[in-house]
């Protein structure tokens, strides 16, 4: 099997499919490798490396994936791209599922796709589990850019001119992001509280030594999935009082809600900005989905009333070796199982983690729920 890894095309992205690491696997199970030039450069991961592993180099997107068999990457294929894939191939990557207009074509295309965002959370695809990779990354760089934007001291300091109060520190969504965020700011000397519709994420977030900020419910708000689940309009009237009331004594605030399929949900209003002491920061992790602060500016650093709005939606690619690397073992760990002795892949239907990332394959698309109506093939 040749296995291709291009070049990522989408702005911003530095992030690599493969490592040395990972290439390096790939060959002794069996398969040949051909790169992109300057594929990992962005990443810090030299062409060099990956020829010492024994990967193949090529000039361009063609040259590297028009006869492959496999392609690794990570953002999503656009449509040029797809068409130069030969019929037949598999690609893994990133997929945006919930928005991305291309999911009948990868079908209409005759390639098979495995969406790494589906990868379901079981014990067993914890290895493969891309999502989690990349937010702990997003999670502790989120507190990083809170740092870099916030003028003051985050640890308590005892000084001869007086002492200076500690950061008070609200994380909002205790997921797998924001329990980075929440332990790496408790390492940096803040005080943290933690949101989260969940109930079940307080005993997380206090082993952190943070203040679970509790909004009482009659529902669960853990869906099957693991996620969080809209809430009722009366739920959401006492949460945003609750939330008013601790974003008012807040330095910093990181937001991490997330709905899949759905828009961010709005959780720090307007007013609750205008409450916010001057210098104060928000860094809105869920902007690129409409954000949890409708203030907040796609890929722009802004200030208002007083607060300095973060809206950087691929905060992973800002630590882009650390990223990739992780981001390769998960599509490593995913696609060895299916690896044969000859190096071939060899998809098994039957396994709960193939069939739910399995996008199409065959030319049929096999999760008509995502497209819209009218487009099931």
């Not at 980075?180 to 997380?204: L, P």
């Amino acid at each position: 099997m040749l296995i291709a890894v291009p070049a990522e095309t989408q702005l911003n992205e530095k992030r690599v499919a493969a490592t040395p690491e990972t290439v390096k696997k790939f060959i002794a199970a069996g398969c040949d490798v051909v790169f992109e030039k300057g594929a990992g450069v962005a990443a810090n991961y030299p062409d060099s490396a990956f020829v010492e592993q024994g990967a193949a180099l090529a000039d361009d997107f063609s040259a590297t994936c028009a006869d492959a068999d496999l392609i690794l990457k990570v953002r999503s294929l656009n449509a040029e791209e797809l068409s130069r894939l030969k019929h037949g191939s598999t690609v893994a990557s990133l997929a945006n599922p919930f928005g991305n207009p291309l999911l009948q074509a990868y079908a209409d295309a005759g390639i098979s796709c495995f969406c790494m965002e589906m990868v379901p959370r079981i014990s067993r695809a914890q290895s493969m589990d891309v999502l989690s990779s990349q937010a702990n990354i997003a999670g502790y760089k989120s507190v990083l850019l809170a740092m870099e934007h916030y003028q003051r001291f985050f640890p308590m300091l005892m000084t001869a001119a007086g002492t200076v109060q500690p950061a008070k520190v609200l994380v909002m969504g205790a997921g797998v992001a924001g329990l980075q965020a929440i332990a790496t700011a408790r390492r940096m000397g803040a005080n943290v509280e933690a949101f989260d519709v969940r109930a079940a994420a307080k005993e997380q977030v206090e082993s952190l030594g943070a203040k679970f900020v509790e909004v009482a419910a009659d529902a669960d708000a853990e869906d099957s999935g693991g996620y969080a689940k809209e809430m009722d309009d009366d739920y959401k009237r006492r949460q945003a009082e609750l939330i008013a009331e601790h974003a008012a004594k807040s330095d910093i605030i990181i937001t991490t809600a997330l709905i899949p399929g759905r828009p961010a949900p709005v959780l720090i209003t307007e007013d609750m900005v205008k409450s916010m002491k001057a210098g104060s920061v928000i860094v809105d992790m869920a902007v690129e989905m409409g954000g949890n602060c409708p203030l907040s500016e796609m890929d722009q650093v802004v200030v208002k009333h007083g607060v300095t709005l973060v809206g950087i939606t691929n905060i992973p690619a800002l630590m882009a070796t650390d990223a990739s690397s992780l981001y390769a073992r998960n599509l490593f760990n995913f696609i060895a199982p299916m690896l044969q002795d000859d190096g071939s892949l060899q998809m098994n239907r039957e396994d709960e983690v193939v069939e739910a990332a399995l996008l199409c394959v065959d030319g049929e698309f096999l999760k008509p729920e995502l497209l819209p109506k009218g487009e099931a093939s």
